[in-house]
């Protein structure tokens, strides 16, 4: 498995340019007030689903939601429709948020992804300015257990291993591996999975609902510059046990390796920050599906962050 530096090597577009707003970044609190920024709408999020899919896709952990969750609102161009979930993490003694806040790198991050309409598919959506909607949450570790995480944290010991790598130079659905060889891409076809029974999706959301909200880009290969990200500020804590298992269950190498390479650090480095703009919110509703509400943060505090700082 090649390291995000090494990515350039096959995918141009993963460089670092002046003109190109990638991501994570650091997040920072200088603010300058800005009113023009409506509630962000959670439509579905306060409902359990019947069943999430588990999958090992060897760069991560995914996790496959039923349909019926959307996001709109805020100054989003779309009414998103959520779709998977995916993990970014450390190992034992480094921590793995792929942004950081106020230069502090959380152990993990579970970003949320939606797809604007008409879009099938991540791949579809990432061509398209706006295409995808990232929410970042960071996660932090505590000493108990975190019983809506449990679901998640304990199919990570039943998906240990990805799909096998096929070599190809076209063009394909699956998910992208971080890896070159030969000057081919490599791709990654979905390995161990197991169906869970989840939690309501607003349960892994953290208690104060005020988010950042930014243009960037990928954090993965092909790191394309169509994603709006939201990320919220305070983080949602697991116990320690929930962690380990990520850090020591979950492989990228192969079922039938002889030798076994562990999942740990599998996150981007922090990009230059730039001239973006960068929305601070608490203006959040969580619906049922049908529409009515289920809770709501009245604190309404739009703020925008103007800074042309480089933060590597």
Known sequence: ???????????????????????????????????????????????????????????TVAV???????????????????VEMRFHWGSNTTNGSEHKLDDRRFPMEMQIVGLAPGFSDVEAASLVQSGLLMIGIFVDIASDENKAFKAIAHAVLNVPYP?????????????????????????????DSVS???????HLLPDNYKFYQYHGGQTTPPCLQTVTWIVFEKPIFISKEQYLLFITHLYYSDKHDTVKKLLVDNYRFIQPRLNRQIFVSSAVKIRSARGAALSQHKLFIPLLILTSELSL
């Open 1 to 59: 498995m090649t390291g995000p530096y090494n990515w350039v090597k096959t995918f141009p577009t993963c460089i670092a340019k002046e003109t190109l707003l990638h991501s994570p970044i650091n997040l920072e609190h200088v603010v300058v007030k800005n009113d023009s920024i409506e509630p962000l709408e959670l439509r579905g999020f306060g409902v359990p689903q019947k069943s999430w899919t588990v999958v090992n896709v060897r760069d």
């Open 64 to 82: 496959k939601f039923q349909a019926g969750m959307t996001v709109k609102g805020g100054s989003i161009k779309h009414d998103y429709r959520i």
């Open 163 to 191: 799909g096998d790598l096929k070599q190809s130079v076209k063009h394909t659905s699956v998910s992208i591996v971080h890896a070159v060889h030969s000057n081919h891409f490599l791709f990654c076809f979905p390995g």
């Open 196 to 202: 869970v029974t989840p939690p309501a999706l607003s």
